[in-house]
């Protein structure tokens, strides 16, 4: 909607994890390099851990991209599932072909055959679990458990586990003492610092193809930073309204004022939320009685 009129090629904010927009912050650099060195020395387990929307599944997308031919990867984002179910997904990713109604032995079997002929064609495994947070402690004894596979010199297969902060915290519970300790590389994304927030913005900026000098004015990248606290996600949505508000107003750039109205509208602004508000204090003003004029919630049913 808004990429014609500041010189767009494609939208610079979407939500999805496209490869080709991959901005490494120090810590996203660290991470990754943790990743690629875990997978490449046979490590067995590995844990990435990170808050909502600081990018751990763009870093696994840059991760697979970095994976070689001979790396089969199976990539499992949905863990809540039984056992039995987790395996049939786990032979679907891997592409193993075994008759339907397997058993949990049969299915150890036929993957511990599998693994052991890639092995010998030097060929390595990865299984990435994402939304590791998700999975309950039978289903996490299980996933152990496949770290059992192995020869007396290789592991036959790596695991990756991904997940909210939460995920630390589930390993701490002693009945999991065990994966705990198997655990050989971890490494927790932390968000953008102010500097970085602005360099991911501008990278963005440039690879949807944006030739001009200057979109947003300091203020905007001031309010950009302390409402987003530097979480990709949140510097997305925040700026992709941002520029929709400035196309239905016709601006030219964007200043801190329009950060604060869209945060606003989107009920991201730490300072509006009911509980920052003091005791008798005035409720926030309707959107009728709003004196900039048109909120991001009726510009969305504006343009829909």
Known sequence: MYCEYYGFLRQPFEMTPDPSFLYLGEAHREGLATL???????????????????GKTTLLHALLGQM????????????????????RVLFEELEIELPQHQTKAE??????????????????????????QNLSTEMLEE??????????????IQIML????????MLRQPELRQLRQRI?????LRPFDSEETRDYVEERLRKSGFTGTKLFRRSAWQELFRIS?????????????????GYARQKTVVDGDMIREVASDLDLDPDTQPASREEGAPPAPTESENPRGLGLTRLLGFFR
């Open 184 to 188: 050989s590389l971890c490494h927790h």
């Open 107 to 132: 299915y150890l079997l036929g993957l511990n055959q599998f693994l052991i002929s890639r092995l010998e064609k030097d060929e390595k495994t990865l299984l990435i679990v994402d939304e590791a």
């Open 36 to 54: 690629v060195y875990g997978v490449q020395s046979g490590k067995g387990f590995v844990m990435l851990t990170g808050e909502v929307g600081t």
């Open 229 to 245: 606290g530097g979480t990709p996600r949140l510097i997305n949505s925040v700026c992709d309204s941002a520029l929709l508000l």
């Open 68 to 87: 070689d031919a001979q790396t089969r990867t199976a990539f499992i984002f949905n863990p809540r599932l039984e056992p039995l179910d987790f395996f």
């Open 143 to 156: 996933i152990r458990l496949l770290s059992n596979l192995e020869t007396p010199r290789s592991k036959l």
């Open 162 to 169: 991904v997940g909210q902060p939460e995920l630390k915290e």
